[in-house]
T-cell receptor
Framework: DGGITQSPKYLFRKEGQNVTLSCEQN?????MYWYRQDPGQGLRLIYY???????QKGDIAEGYSVSREKKESFPLTVTSAQKNPTAFYLC?????????????FGSGTQLSVL | AQTVTQSQPEMSVQEAETVTLSCTYD???????LFWYKQPPSRQMILVIR??????QNATENRFSVNFQKAAKSFSLKISDSQLGDAAMYFC??????????????FGKGTKLTVNP
């Protein structure tokens, strides 16, 4: 079955540590996204990529980094510069279109600080 | 920048009854897309319904329908014959038509819907 796989489901970060969240899709979508969700808040866009080897900052990119070396994969690194990393992180993908396509979401990663 | 406001943090409905969730948005654009996404306790985001701003006809998907009022910048979701499985967080989202091929969405803060048996 086609879909998006995020791992791990739960992740703990120590002070000063970088951690990487995995996102893989087999939907053959060109575009991929990372959103952050805090309690009582909507989703906020961190980074997005429309094509391999290219990505753009979203609204809250500070303290995060991404890469897009393969069409299927869009890992997110939460760096030590991100002072408040505890949140639920959602990866999504979509076809590239001018017409408002549906986003397909993964099941998310809950990141907590030890 | 566009903003999306959901003024009802929580709503409740009796099973089999109808409930309407509110959403307003602020934009200076004339062409855009609006969405309602559902997030059940599993936290998986699921598309409920999609509306194209240039279409006057309100979108409908089975028990879910919208009331799209473009001039008022309002996009409410009506759930008919509510079922226990409809209990979830519901997010309204906006997508500009002027952003090429990417689906950058602006989300509201969500409405938590409880369905009482």
């Amino acid at each position: 079955d086609g879909g998006i796989t995020q791992s791990p489901k739960y992740l703990f970060r120590k002070e000063g540590q970088n951690v990487t969240l995995s996102c893989e899709q087999n939907l053959n979508h060109d575009a991929m996204y990372w959103y952050r969700q805090d309690p009582g808040q909507g989703l906020r866009l961190i980074y997005y990529s429309q094509i391999v080897n290219d990505f753009q900052k979203g609204d809250i990119a500070e303290g995060y980094s991404v890469s897009r070396e393969k069409k299927e994969s869009f890992p997110l690194t939460v760096t030590s510069a991100q002072k408040n990393p505890t949140a639920f992180y959602l990866c999504a993908s979509s076809r590239r279109s001018l017409y408002g396509e549906k986003l397909f979401f993964g099941s998310g990663t809950q990141l907590s600080v030890l | 920048a566009q903003t999306v406001t959901q003024s009802q943090p929580e709503m409740s409905v009796q099973e089999a009854e109808t409930v309407t969730l509110s959403c307003t948005y602020d934009t200076s654009e004339s062409d855009y897309y609006l969405f309602w996404y559902k997030q059940p306790p599993s936290r998986q985001m699921i598309l409920v319904i999609r509306q194209e701003a240039y279409k006057q006809q309100n979108a409908t998907e089975n028990r879910f329908s919208v009331n799209f009022q473009k001039a008022a910048k309002s996009f409410s979701l009506k759930i008919s014959d509510s079922q226990l499985g409809d209990a979830a967080m519901y997010f309204c989202a906006y997508r500009s038509a002027e952003q090429g091929g990417s689906e950058k969405l602006v989300f509201g803060k969500g409405t938590k819907l409880t369905v009482n048996p």
